[in-house]
């Protein structure tokens, strides 16, 4: 069985560092952009597949993973320039294909609609749609009691406060029984992830910001 060569880098963008995961190095460019608060760990067994035959790329946003966040605005809008930044200096030159999980969705299709001669193909996966603020327009009691942005917000906030430790004790990071057949180190690496209080700084920025998104 080929093995796939996956090839990891910091990548300095607005003179903050992303983490980059490149996996395989022939065929279409394949870019994932994840979901608010997801991992491209989460992607793992997907990728190991499409990196047979295809280069495949994913990253973590400012303030997931690796990538270094500095109280800034989290909008698609920065997603969008910074994949368009990655793209140069990773020099990939030919149309990709870009992947979009929920959050995620909604840059690529902003990115889509900015850069649509970059672009080969797109995929939504459970995307967040373009119209989803509509929802905020409807009386919907039993999803609004708990799950407004308005909570999430100081419940992330309050998050991105803590210590890691706090968090640890809080959350009880656990993986799913998928998850727990990756690789030793792929499963360490999703639970510090959750445990990061700077992840919880750059998703309430996300949120708070991504009404402004609208319409694209």
């Known amino acids: 069985m080929k093995r796939v060569i996956t090839i ?46 295809n280069r495949v790329i994913l990253f973590h946003r400012p303030g997931q993973g690796l990538s270094e966040f500095r109280d800034e605005n989290r ?18 030159q030919e149309p990709i294909v870009l992947v979009g999980h929920s ?24 995307s967040t749609s373009v119209d989803f603020a509509i929802l905020d327009t409807l009386q919907l009691p039993v999803l609004d009691e708990d799950n407004t942005d308005e909570t999430w917000i100081e419940k992330y906030q309050l998050y991105s406060s803590m210590t890691t430790d706090a968090l640890r004790e809080i959350i009880n990071p656990t993986l799913t029984e998928k998850q727990k057949q990756f690789p030793a180190e792929i499963q360490q690496r999703l639970l510090e992830f959750q445990v990061n209080p700077t992840l919880y700084k750059a998703m309430s920025s996300e949120i708070i910001h991504w009404k402004r998104c609208y319409p694209l």
């Not at 963008?13 to 279409?28: A, F, P, R, W, Y």
């Not at 952009?33 to 035959?53: H, P, Q, R």
């Not at 909604?106 to 939504?124: D, M």
């Open 8 to 53: 990891s880098r910091n990548v300095v963008i607005n003179n903050k560092l992303l983490e980059v995961h490149q996996k395989g190095s022939n065929g279409t460019p394949i870019v994932i952009v994840t979901g608010l608060g997801c991992s491209f760990d989460d992607w793992y067994d997907i990728t190991e597949e499409l990196s047979k035959a």
């Open 75 to 92: 909008t698609t809008e920065a997603t969008v320039e910074e994949l368009k930044e990655l793209l140069q200096q990773l020099d990939i």
């Open 103 to 126: 959050y995620g969705g909604l840059c690529v299709q902003h990115f889509a609609k900015v850069y649509p001669e970059l672009l080969r193909g797109l995929v939504l996966v459970d």
